[in-house]
Each structure stands twice: as C-alpha cells, then as structure tokens.
C-alpha cells in the first residue's frame, strides 16, 4: 500500500479533530489567524513524545505501523514549517528541526528496509532500488528548508533529491518509482515531484529540464480522463493502473501537488469536490469511489461509510485549499468537528478518539498552499548556494 494514503487509515480509525482546530471560527483557518495554527502546532509538538514507537500505532503489522510511524514525523515537520510561514515563532522552526531528526533515525524506515533489502538512505548512490518513500522525506526535508535553512543538513537533503532526480531523469514522462518490489502509486510520485519542487524553492535552483515534462506526462498517464481523478495504484512493469481512481490518492496528490504545480493541484482540488463531494446543509465529506464504482475500502481509505472515506475527506480538506475553496474546506471541517470528541480538559486540547499521525495530517492539510500564496522567488540564473 501506499504510504501516506495508507497513513491516512488512522484518521479513519481514529478521527482526530482536536479542540484548537474546532473551537475558534473555522474561517481563521482561511485567513489564516495564527491563534488556531500555533495552538495546534503546539499540539502535535506534545503528541510526538520521546518514546513514540511504531508500536504505539497499534496495527500490528510492521509495515503499516512503520508507515504511519514515519508519517507522524514527515507532515508534522512539513505542518511546522507551514506554520512558520503564518506565525513567525521561533518555535514552530524548532518543531520542525525535531520532527526532521526523529524521522531520520533509521528505525524510523526500517519497514522500507525490509522491504527493500537496504536502507533507503545508504541506496542514494545507486539506483537499482527507487525508494519512492524517499519522496515524503524530501517533502518534509524541503518545506522545511525553505523556511529554515539551519533546519536541515543541506547536504543530506540535496543527495536525497540528486537520487530521486536520477532515477527519474532518464525515464519515459510520467514514469512511476516504485515504492515498494513490484508496486507503484502515483499519489507516491507526486510526492517526489513536490519535493524536487520544494528543493528548487528552497535552495533557489531552476528546476531540472526534464522536470515539467516528466509531470505533464504524470498528468496524462494517471489521471482517469473520465472522473479527472486519480488512479490509486499501477502496475510498474506495464505502467497500466491496477486500481481504480480514488478518493485518498487524488485529494493527497492535490496537497504535494500543490508545492509543485498550482494549477495542476487546483485542478485536482477540483475533481475532488466536483465527483466525490457530497454536502448535507453546512457539512461536507467525500467518497472513496466515483459514482458507479462499489468499493469496499482498504488501508488506503480506512472504513466506509455509505461510500464515504474519512480518510479522503481528510486529506481533502488539503485540495481545499489547493483549489481555491474555503467555504468546502470549512464545510469539510465542520463535518470533522461534529464527529470529533474534543479535550477541553486544561491540559488537554485533543481529541479523546485522537492521536498524533492524524493531528500532524490536519496541521500539514489546513497550512498547505493556496493559489492566492504568493508566488515563489523565481531562481537565479547562476550557480546554486
């Protein structure tokens, strides 16, 4: 399964909307206030305790918790440095830096060794193993670069992104990495186009040439022409999609996306709403499956209800943002409120159905970019730093 849509089953299963999120005027969080952003990056700061383990994810079974273990670490560092960008505190940098060396810690990716054989990070010099979870780590590594430069070892992170660059330099546009032997999600590679993207950002480099068509071709391949939705799995030798077009995948693809090509985000955004939104007075949620496809749901989705993926509706509130809407993302968090069971305890602040991976996933979902951010820097024409 894919990582993070596979992360996004916590959400599913544990339905975290936390007090800071639910409590002020849902519409700070398009303004945005940083009152709600601060007290909810504060949150997920405690929630990433020193001795939070995969274990502690209670799925018992190595490579899901693993996923979500990693998770945790990678939206929480990229929700940080997003709310930096609102909120000037220092403190949300420092949030960052932590999440950033927790997810480094090779136990941290030890279910993508045992996949693999090797650890991702001892691989970045060969590439008979593509490592496509490489590309949250860039993800995370980038947004956080780009707001910090102390917050990363720019070393490290401009070999993670020199890796995922190579192995895709060379390759048909739109080519899938694998992310694990014989699997391939194009959710995945949107992640490693927003983090080669974030990499350019940050470190104000051009893109490399090959970049924009390699993501033309992504767009053309992988999403279904029919729904503008996009297919949840492929086959990597066939390069064929083996699932149909979903929820959970097109509405995270709209949120890395949206570090990478506005317009393509928003488009996505879009699809999200138009095809598998449904509203109910001021409430709103999305389905898994497009009209006409029954779906019984997977680890990508966590549970249905009547078609509904609280995972999707999740990561939706990400292609929000990314199409331009915030009266749907309120209508999306008001849904997620109505069904949260929040802490209002003093040291409290959660959710009593809560935990950290889907609180990180908020924080990263609800700071992710809109087409009114302004546009970054362009890069220089001269060598980089």
Known sequence: MSPLPALAAALGLDLLTPAAVCDPDRAAWTAPDPAPVAALSTLVDRQ?????????????????DGEWWLGSFAMAAAGFSAAQRVDPDPAHGARAARALDRMLDPAVRAFDTAAWGTDMLDDLDRDDHDHAVLGYVGVAMGAARRVDRDAVDPALHDAVVAALSRRLADQPPGHLLQTYPGEAYPVDNAAVAAAIALHAEATRQPEPPWFRPWLAGWASRWID?????????????????????????????????????????????????????????????????????????DIDSGPLVMGLSVS??????????????????????????????????????????????????????????????????????????
């Open 312 to 385: 999707a509706s999740g990561f939706a509130l990400g292609a929000a943002r990314a199409a331009g809407d915030p009266a749907w993302q309120a209508n999306l968090l008001d849904t997620a409120c109505l069904f949260a069971a929040p802490d209002h305890r003093p040291d409290g602040g959660g959710a009593m159905t809560g935990g950290v991976l889907g609180n990180a996933i908020l924080l990263a979902m609800l700071t992710g970019p809109t087409p009114a951010d302004p546009p970054a820097a362009p890069p220089p024409a001269t060598a980089p730093e």
């Open 48 to 64: 990433l305790r020193p001795d939070l383990t995969a274990d502690d994810f209670g799925r018992h079974h190595a490579r899901f």
């Open 225 to 297: 022409p029919a729904t503008g939705l996009v297919y949840q799995s492929a086959h990597p030798a066939t390069g064929r999609p083996t699932d149909h077009p979903r929820g959970s995948g097109t509405a995270l693809s709209a949120w890395f996306l949206s570090h990478a090509d506005p317009g393509l985000a928003a488009r996505l955004g879009a699809a999200t709403r138009d095809t598998l939104g449904v509203r109910l007075l001021d409430h709103a949620a999305v389905r898994e499956y497009p009209p006409g496809i029954e779906g019984r749901g």
